[in-house]
């Protein structure tokens, strides 16, 4: 696989067939195609699921094992949210712990795709795309965000409170103000999608300069895929808490 075929048009992996006559917005649809990215996230979703309800059985009072490692992190949680969130902590604080569970596995199961031999001539079987190298996904993300931040401040201020929030601190910011709330899912979209395609490209490109890339590019996936990928989530979703906290923000 060269660059030219990795970075285009994402290919449909399969098709779901609608009943005859439908449509969408006045358009007839004859099947959903479901591509590399909508298939790469179910994925991650059907893993994080099956991961939460084999860890959530038999949980003792005294934690063993694996409970103790899923204690600590719940913990973690909780005080991350209650330190950002107050006695919001129980609404948000779900919603911080899932995108950034999601996004990790998301950035790190690329890291799982079996290596070409160049001097064997071998290929893989499969290669596993990191979704975020999908502008579509990140936008998704992004726009859930910003819209959970823009629900925050309502639900906390009310339509009138928040309305006057966005004159603050002169009325003549109103406009400043508002495009914040397009500047901001912009700001999220693009760097998460910019960071991971351009540690795709870079794997892309070691994969093909070295003469047997099987042990070097595992060193650099190290990098790209486990280490990059954590702090990519980490970034995206301590900015979402961040947005969500100055939105919630009491100012009696």
């Known amino acids: 696989m ?11 992996v399969f098709s779901i067939p609608l009943p005859p ?15 590399e990215t909508v298939l790469v996230s179910w994925v991650v979703m059907a893993l994080l699921i099956a ?22 992190g719940i913990e973690f949680l909780n005080n991350f949210s209650r330190d950002h969130f107050g006695h919001r902590a129980k609404v948000y604080g779900p919603y911080i712990g899932t995108v950034f569970l999601f996004l990790l596995a998301a950035n790190i199961i690329p890291a799982i795709s ?14 596993i795309k990191p979704p975020a ?3 579509n996904f990140t936008a998704a993300l992004s726009l859930l965000s910003i819209l959970l931040v823009l629900f925050g401040g309502i639900r906390a201020r009310g339509i009138g409170g928040w309305a006057r929030g ?9 406009p400043f103000n508002l495009l914040e709330y397009i500047i901001r899912p912009l700001s999220l979209c693009l760097r998460l999608f910019g960071n991971i395609l351009g540690g795709f490209v870079i794997m892309l490109l070691v994969e093909l300069a070295l003469p047997v ?21 980490v970034i995206f979703t301590f900015l979402t808490t961040l947005f969500i906290a100055e939105a919630v923000e009491s100012r009696e």
Do not use: C, W
């Open 114 to 127: 079996p290596m070409s031999v160049s001097l064997l001539g071998a290929h893989p079987p499969f290669v």
């Open 166 to 174: 966005l004159l603050n601190p002169v009325p003549v910011m109103l």
């Open 133 to 135: 190298r999908d502008i």
């Open 21 to 35: 006559g439908f449509r969408l917005f006045g358009r007839g649809i004859a099947s959903i195609d479901i591509n």
């Open 51 to 72: 991961a939460s309800l084999l860890l959530a059985r038999r949980l003792k009072e005294v934690p063993r094992g694996a409970q103790i490692f899923l204690e600590a």
């Open 213 to 233: 890339p099987v042990v070097l590019p595992a060193f650099f996936s190290i990098y790209f895929d486990f280490f990059d990928g954590l702090i990519q989530a």
């Open 2 to 12: 060269n660059i030219k075929e990795a970075l285009e048009e994402f290919q449909t």
